[in-house]
């Protein structure tokens, strides 16, 4: 069994756990449900954005510990206030550390959109991350066929959510539907962990043009910035890099400044 797959069994449990404690029905009046959110996409698009999508991640299967005691209170409005064009909270706890209240805490902190990251495979956590705060969810292509697919996209444009889909090769483009707003192109192999800048690059040239490319994880550096925003990437997601600093909001204020200095010069 690979990790994803063990990641999805384990996902199955959690769904059933979760709808057994919380029908679909209460869901719906959590806080967040009626709430209007901002669009992912005009957040990216915007003059001088620059695309970076900062993520809140504690640990991961392929670092281990990145930021085990990270506190969202302490990172999110430092994110915000760097400029970024979108945050990105995983919610999954066993394999990220995460959970719901870290994306509804990250919505009371802050007005920008905000992308639930999850390995969604049922209805349920697509009415859950609207329940919890997202203005966007996850959806994962190596996990899902075309029709969960359509499913999972056409509910979340219906809740009012955009949708970001992860693609790893060029075989994954038939799961693209016309509820996905954004595609994102993961520079890592979620099966082997390898990150390779160059395939995603490859692959962008083939996306629908009426979807927003976004780079996804081993984003190091300003010059990867550069290279995957020639390539054609809007925008940038980027976890490890800031979470693993010793003031993440502090390294994402840092990169922001030196990708606005250079972006300018370049033009
Ligand atoms: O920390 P990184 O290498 O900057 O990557 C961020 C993000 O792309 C990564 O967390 C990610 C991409 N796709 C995922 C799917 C599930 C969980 C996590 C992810």
Request: hydrophobic share 40%.
């Given at each position: 069994m690979n990790i994803l797959d063990k990641i999805v069994a384990r996902k199955k449990e959690e769904v059933a756990a979760a709808q057994d404690k919380v029908s679909v029905k209460e869901l719906k009046?959590?806080?967040?449900?009626n709430e209007q959110v901002s669009l992912f996409t005009e957040h990216l698009l915007a003059?001088?954005?620059?695309?970076i999508i900062s993520e809140f991640k504690r640990?991961?299967?392929?670092?281990?510990?990145?930021?085990?005691?990270?506190?969202v209170d302490e990172i999110i409005p430092g994110y915000a206030a760097a400029g970024v064009s979108g945050i990105s909270i995983l919610?999954?706890?066993?394999?990220?550390?995460?959970?719901n209240e870290d994306l509804t805490r990250g919505r009371e902190l802050c007005k920008l959109p905000i992308i639930r990251k999850e390995f969604i495979i049922d209805p349920y956590q697509v009415y859950e991350a609207k329940a919890i705060g997202a203005s966007a969810i996850l959806l994962i292509g190596a996990i899902l066929d075309k029709t969960e697919a359509l499913e999972l996209a056409a509910l979340a444009n219906a809740l009012g959510m955009q949708v970001l889909f992860e693609i790893?090769?060029?075989?994954?483009?038939?799961?693209?539907?016309?509820?996905?707003q954004m595609v994102g192109i993961n520079?890592?192999?979620?099966?082997?962990?390898k990150v390779d800048l160059e395939q995603s690059i490859r692959l962008a040239?083939?996306?629908?043009?009426?979807m927003i490319p976004i780079a996804e994880s081993g984003i190091g550096s300003v010059d990867d910035y550069l290279k995957l925003k020639n390539a054609g990437f809007k925008g940038f997601l980027m976890g490890e890099y800031f979470m693993k600093q010793s003031d993440p909001a502090g390294a994402c204020l840092e990169f922001s400044q030196e990708v606005k200095q250079r972006t300018i010069k370049s033009v």
């Amino acid at each position: 069994m690979n990790i994803l797959d063990k990641i999805v069994a384990r996902k199955k449990e959690e769904v059933a756990a979760a709808q057994d404690k919380v029908s679909v029905k209460e869901l719906k009046y959590y806080r967040h449900y009626n709430e209007q959110v901002s669009l992912f996409t005009e957040h990216l698009l915007a003059e001088n954005s620059t695309g970076i999508i900062s993520e809140f991640k504690r640990k991961s299967p392929s670092k281990g510990d990145i930021n085990g005691k990270a506190v969202v209170d302490e990172i999110i409005p430092g994110y915000a206030a760097a400029g970024v064009s979108g945050i990105s909270i995983l919610t999954d706890h066993d394999f990220f550390g995460g959970c719901n209240e870290d994306l509804t805490r990250g919505r009371e902190l802050c007005k920008l959109p905000i992308i639930r990251k999850e390995f969604i495979i049922d209805p349920y956590q697509v009415y859950e991350a609207k329940a919890i705060g997202a203005s966007a969810i996850l959806l994962i292509g190596a996990i899902l066929d075309k029709t969960e697919a359509l499913e999972l996209a056409a509910l979340a444009n219906a809740l009012g959510m955009q949708v970001l889909f992860e693609i790893h090769d060029e075989k994954e483009l038939e799961l693209l539907n016309s509820y996905v707003q954004m595609v994102g192109i993961n520079n890592r192999n979620l099966k082997t962990f390898k990150v390779d800048l160059e395939q995603s690059i490859r692959l962008a040239s083939k996306l629908p043009k009426e979807m927003i490319p976004i780079a996804e994880s081993g984003i190091g550096s300003v010059d990867d910035y550069l290279k995957l925003k020639n390539a054609g990437f809007k925008g940038f997601l980027m976890g490890e890099y800031f979470m693993k600093q010793s003031d993440p909001a502090g390294a994402c204020l840092e990169f922001s400044q030196e990708v606005k200095q250079r972006t300018i010069k370049s033009v």
